[in-house]
Structures are given as structure tokens and as C-alpha cells.
């Protein structure tokens, strides 16, 4: 069941919470730095013996202090216009995010809004990229939590999660086309 939520990841009681981090893994500003917060330093000690992370991939550690057990660090695409892969760059972390949970025999997981905030990626195309696929893997996990930590960025996964992600219309519930 994949569902939003509205609020702080770091509070979140799941088997894996995903941080959206940066190629160096060593911490940073929005939820890459409430994660390291909220679970003390042994993530930073953690994340620096992965050695780094190139943009597209995820990476595994422990969740220490947190409630989750797992933290999922995923290196979202810096948006530059969307002409440099950024939409594959964006699946492919949430694909391995997902992927890495699975060799965890992870039943729940949330990801926070990746690359929408510094990293600049408009919200919307990146919603219906991430619930694209989250409807992929929705049959292998008990939850899929979208945490959004605005209330318009929550409202925005609702739309796209009822409407449907672009292109997955079946023809009977494809919106009229306007007068
Ligand atoms: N819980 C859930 N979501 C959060 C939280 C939180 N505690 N704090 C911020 N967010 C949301 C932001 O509002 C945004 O919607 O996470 C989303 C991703 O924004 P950023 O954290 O800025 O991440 P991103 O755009 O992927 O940029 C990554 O920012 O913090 C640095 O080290 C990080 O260099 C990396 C870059």
C-alpha cells in the first residue's frame, strides 16, 4: 500500500527510511542533515566508510538512533532542465533504494521528496517519477510511505497518486479532452 504522510521522516517508525543525500555521503543541509541529527554520529562514521556515492545509486547503513533500521542514502539529479537525464537519474535511485530494502527483507519503507528541494528538481515531474515507481514495487512491501514535509508537496502526491502517473491511463479513465 503506498500512502502520504505529511511531516519529519526522521520520526518515522519503518523498516527504512531514504535520505537524500550527496555524492560524498558526508551529511548536508534538509533531510540529509535531520537524518544524521536524529541518529547521532555513528551515521556519519557509517557513511563515510561507503566511500562516496555517484548520482542514480543508492547506498545501505544501519539507522542507529533512529527509529528506522535502515538508512537508504540515495544521490538524487541536480536539475539542470531536464535535458541531462535527469528523469532515468531520479527512477534509478528510487529503483535501488527500493532494490537495496528488498536484500534487507525490508516491509516498509519511506522515501522524502528526493531532489526537490536543493537540488531543485520541479515537484511535480518528480512525483509522478517516484510514484511510478512506487506503484512498481507496491506488491513486495506491506508500506510505501511518501513523506512530505509540506502540506502542498503532500497535497501534490495525493493528486498524482489518485489521478495516476502520465502514460499508465487506461483508455476509459483518460481525463476528456478539454472542449
Ligand atoms: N523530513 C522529510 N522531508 C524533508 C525533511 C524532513 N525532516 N527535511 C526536508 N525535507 C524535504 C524537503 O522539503 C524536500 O521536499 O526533503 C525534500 C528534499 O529536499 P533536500 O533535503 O533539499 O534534498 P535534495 O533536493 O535531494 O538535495 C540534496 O541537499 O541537503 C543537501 O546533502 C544534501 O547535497 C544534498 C542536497
Given at each position: 500500500m503506498i500512502e502520504v504522510v505529511q511531516g519529519d521522516i526522521t520520526a518515522l517508525a519503518v523498516d527504512a527510511i531514504v535520505n537524500a543525500a550527496?555524492?560524498?555521503?558526508l551529511g548536508g543541509g534538509g533531510v540529509d542533515g535531520a537524518i544524521h541529527r536524529a541518529a547521532g554520529p555513528q551515521l556519519l562514521a557509517a557513511s563515510r566508510a561507503l566511500g562516496g556515492c555517484p548520482t542514480g545509486e543508492a547506498k545501505l547503513t544501519p539507522g542507529f538512533r533512529l527509529p528506522a533500521r535502515w538508512v537508504i542514502h540515495v544521490v538524487g539529479p541536480l536539475w539542470r532542465g531536464g535535458r541531462h537525464g535527469e528523469p532515468a537519474l531520479l527512477e534509478n535511485g528510487y529503483r535501488r533504494s527500493f532494490e537495496l530494502a528488498l536484500e534487507q527483507e525490508a516491509r516498509s519503507i519511506a522515501f522524502p521528496a528526493?531532489?526537490?528541494?536543493?537540488?531543485?528538481?520541479?515537484k511535480r515531474q518528480a512525483a509522478c517519477v517516484a510514484v511510478g515507481v512506487m506503484r512498481e514495487y507496491e506488491p513486495r512491501f506491506e508500506r510505501i510511505v511518501a513523506c512530505c514535509f509540506s502540506a502542498d508537496d503532500a497535497r501534490l502526491y495525493q493528486e498524482v497518486l489518485e489521478r495516476?502517473?502520465?502514460?499508465?491511463?487506461?483508455p476509459e479513465d483518460a481525463p476528456e479532452s478539454g472542449p
Open positions: 550527496n555524492t560524498a555521503l528526493i531532489s526537490t528541494g536543493v537540488y531543485g528538481y520541479p495516476g502517473v502520465p502514460g499508465d491511463e487506461t
